[in-house]
């Protein structure tokens, strides 16, 4: 492997480690349930499921799930969850 390409990997990696370098400001994915198919979506700090409790109550486990995984990455605002007063601890 080229010597600049091994920098460019370590480096990768470090930024990997760093999670809070990121911050994703928008997304959209298909989450595969148990019982069905659905599509989440982030959007200026306002989440989206095509769930039927997310009509109900403006959350879900699907977002709770992407909030677990993605943690710190997160908007503040998409953070937040009624599953916890604290929101969603950072992974």
């Known amino acids: 492997?080229?010597?600049?390409?091994?920098?460019?990997?370590?480096?990768a990696n470090r930024y990997?480690?760093?999670l809070d370098r990121i911050t994703i400001d928008r997304l959209s994915l298909t989450f595969r349930g148990d019982n069905d198919t659905h599509h989440v979506?982030?959007?200026?700090g306002q989440w989206h499921c095509t769930c039927?409790?997310?009509?109900s109550?403006?959350?879900?486990?699907h977002l709770l799930t992407l909030q677990k995984i993605m943690g710190a990455m997160l908007p503040e605002d998409?953070?937040?969850?009624?599953?916890?007063?604290h929101g969603v601890p950072s992974a």
């Not at 039927?52 to 009509?55: A, N, T, V």
């Open 78 to 85: 998409a953070q937040v969850s009624i599953f916890s007063a």
């Open 57 to 61: 109550w403006s959350s879900c486990v």
């Open 1 to 11: 492997m080229h010597s600049s390409l091994i920098g460019k990997v370590e480096k």
């Open 16 to 18: 990997a480690r760093e």
């Open 52 to 55: 039927h409790y997310f009509e």
């Open 41 to 44: 979506s982030l959007d200026a």
